[in-house]
T-cell receptor, first 108, second 114 residues
């Protein structure tokens, strides 16, 4: 099946810093989503982005489908951005497959 | 809209006990999913359903059973609980399958089997 690799596995930032999270996948995809899991465990859908670029406030995402990667940008990070960020992809008619996530800690 | 609701939030089971994790959604989504999340790992799919009366196995179905008698409800049954089933369980739903699908998650059930 499709493989999903996220990097880095852990990231510590000072409040106000910018960061880039990466998601590599091993096959062509028809669906790619980014999720944020907050410290209380809640999973929130951030972006549906199988290709192209989207922005939502301080967060933006870019997927280059032909090169099989996606990037999540967080600008001017805040402590509320802490948590785990997951990338999930789908190929063909199979269910979504999740990466292992990037754990982000933003320190005041 | 309550979205996706899971109960209970926490549960401790003894080895060999059985229980049902409840999941209900009020968004009229056809597609529902059960995932488990182990520490430091991503989410692994246990079972999914594409509509009432239709279920299929995911990546890690052993030790679990599901049913889907209504669009709203998708309970997960653990028979003969084992320590390996200690995990956080998430139910999710979506309004479509494939391209364009977006998942909506419940708040999770933390299960410990001792």
């Amino acid at each position: 099946g499709i493989q999903v690799e996220q990097s880095p596995p852990d990231l510590i930032l000072q409040e106000g810093a910018n960061s880039t999270l990466r998601c590599n996948f091993s096959d062509s995809v028809n669906n790619l989503q980014w999720f944020h899991q907050n410290p209380w465990g809640q999973l929130i859908n951030l972006f549906y982005i199988p290709s192209g670029t989207k922005q939502n406030g301080r967060l933006s995402a870019t997927t280059v489908a032909t090169e099989r990667y996606s990037l999540l940008y967080i600008s001017s990070s805040q402590t509320t951005d802490s948590g785990v960020y997951f990338c999930a992809v789908r190929t063909g008619n199979t269910p979504l497959v999740f990466g292992k996530g990037t754990r982000l800690s933003v320190i005041a | 809209n309550a979205g996706v609701t899971q109960t209970p939030k926490f549960r401790i089971l003894k080895i060999g006990q059985s229980m049902t994790l409840q999941c209900t959604q009020d968004m009229n989504h056809n597609y529902m999913y059960w995932y488990r999340q182990d520490p430091g790992m991503g989410l692994k799919l246990i079972y999914y359903s594409v509509g009432a009366g239709i279920t299929d196995k995911g990546e890690v179905p052993n030790g679990y059973n599901v049913s889907r008698s209504t669009t709203e409800d998708f309970p997960l049954r653990l028979e003969l609980a084992a320590p390996s089933q200690t995990s956080v369980y998430f139910c999710a739903s979506s309004y479509m399958w494939g391209a364009g699908e977006k998942l909506f998650f419940g708040s999770g059930t933390q299960l410990s089997v001792l």
